[in-house]
């Protein structure tokens, strides 16, 4: 067992002056890194992503027990309740295997890992219950994540229990980013329960409803794998969004990035009424089947939802067979939606890719 490591770890950087020169340097290099990516794309890399988190607090997670802490959860247990400053939570690369959560009482944790793939948090709790389940649940506000893989390696859907679920990641917080992270489950992978969220540069697997909940949230350059769900022949679908109602600012909406994988799949299916989903400029394979969205399990009109399409390619992006409840959006529909606003990202996102990149 390794020796209890300290709370707290204080660890100078430079750059960081006063929080106003710091955000000065930050405002700088955001229009710096926008200006200059003229064509070429902004890489967002942990460099980067630490220089615009103004902190001088981090913690270091290590298997080895080298460092502060050999476990995830044990690492921000040691964050304060009520925290109000940037705490970096570092963690090298290795598997924890733990289930993983952030209370509502601690925001502002940066939890970087060292690259998707090499930083694993994995668990395997299957239940009927979404939130039980889950093997990473991010409730606090203002968090960002970097570089992680999370999963639910449950065995594959339990045949036997059809109706249990294994999230990867349940995601409640507001203001909630994942740069270069990957979510790995069988099915309803990823619950993206409330709040506004961007995940950039990020793999997400599945099977059936697998990017799932009344999240306000935008995919950028995002990778979609679709695999086969070994329980059942029909199709499943990638999103099931669940918006309420008019007033309700929910939605997933997609934007570059790609989708492909084995087997059938549809782009999404309802589960509210007002259910809102946007793919834009996104590579379609031919797993996408031609009718593209489905209505399965809902019961209500397809009036008020809206499921749409805009200038996606790709053997899966042709809509001549589309159902009818579905659009293929112009310019000017998507406006407002298929930009950073859509999650007031220019408001607290530490850095993001510019819409015209
Ligand atoms: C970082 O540490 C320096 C020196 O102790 C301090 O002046 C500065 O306010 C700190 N910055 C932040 C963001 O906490
Ligand atoms: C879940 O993982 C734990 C720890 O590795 C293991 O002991 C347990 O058998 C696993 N449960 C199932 C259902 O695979
Ligand atoms: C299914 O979920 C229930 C709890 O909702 C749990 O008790 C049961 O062990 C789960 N089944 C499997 C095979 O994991
Ligand atoms: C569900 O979709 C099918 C195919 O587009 C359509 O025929 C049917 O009317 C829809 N059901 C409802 C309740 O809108």
């Avoid at 086969?228 to 909406?253: L, M, P, W, Y």
Wanted: glycine share 8%; net charge neutral; aromatic share 10%.
């Amino acid at each position: 067992m390794p020796a209890p490591p300290p709370p707290m770890f204080l660890l100078p950087r430079r750059g960081c002056l006063i929080p106003a020169l710091v955000a000065a340097i930050c405002l700088c290099v955001a229009s710096g890194a926008t200006a200059s990516s003229g064509g070429k794309k902004l890489v967002i890399d942990a460099p980067l992503l630490t220089s615009k988190v103004p902190t001088n607090q981090t913690i270091i997670v290590s298997p080895s027990g080298e460092d502060h802490f050999t476990s995830v959860q044990k690492a921000i247990d040691s964050v304060p309740d009520g925290n109000s400053g940037w705490v970096i939570v570092h963690l090298r690369a290795g598997v924890y295997r733990e289930k993983v959560h952030v209370p509502e009482s601690k925001p502002y944790i940066f939890l970087r890992g060292n690259g998707k793939g090499r930083t694993w948090i994995v668990w395997n709790d299957s239940s009927s219950v979404n939130s039980e389940s889950a093997t990473f649940t991010i409730q606090a506000n203002n968090f960002i994540a970097f570089g992680i893989s999370f999963k639910n390696d449950a065995p594959n859907g339990p045949l036997d229990e059809p109706s249990n679920q294994t999230v990867a990641a349940m995601v409640s917080g507001d203001k909630v980013a994942f740069y270069h992270c990957a979510f790995y489950s069988p099915h309803n992978t990823l619950f993206d329960h409330r709040g506004r969220h961007y995940y950039e540069s990020s793999y997400i697997q599945g099977a059936i409803d697998f990017i799932f909940g009344r999240g306000q949230s935008l995919f950028q350059s995002c990778e979609i794998f679709v695999v086969e769900d070994k329980r059942t022949k029909i199709h499943g679908s990638i999103t099931a969004q669940n918006r309420e109602s008019e007033e309700d600012k929910s939605g997933f909406v997609f934007i570059k990035g790609k989708v492909y994988g084995v087997g059938d799949v549809y782009l999404g299916r309802p589960k509210g009424p007002h259910s809102r989903v946007v793919w834009a400029n996104t590579y379609l394979s031919k797993t996408i089947v031609p009718e593209g969205w489905t209505n399965w399990s809902y019961d209500d009109t397809t009036d008020y939802l809206l499921y749409g399409e805009h200038n996606c390619k790709g053997p899966g992006a042709k809509h001549l067979r589309r159902v009818s409840w579905s659009k293929q959006l112009k310019e000017k529909d998507v406006a407002g939606i298929t930009t950073i606003d859509f999650i007031d990202g220019k408001e607290w996102l530490p850095v993001y890719h510019p819409d015209d990149e």
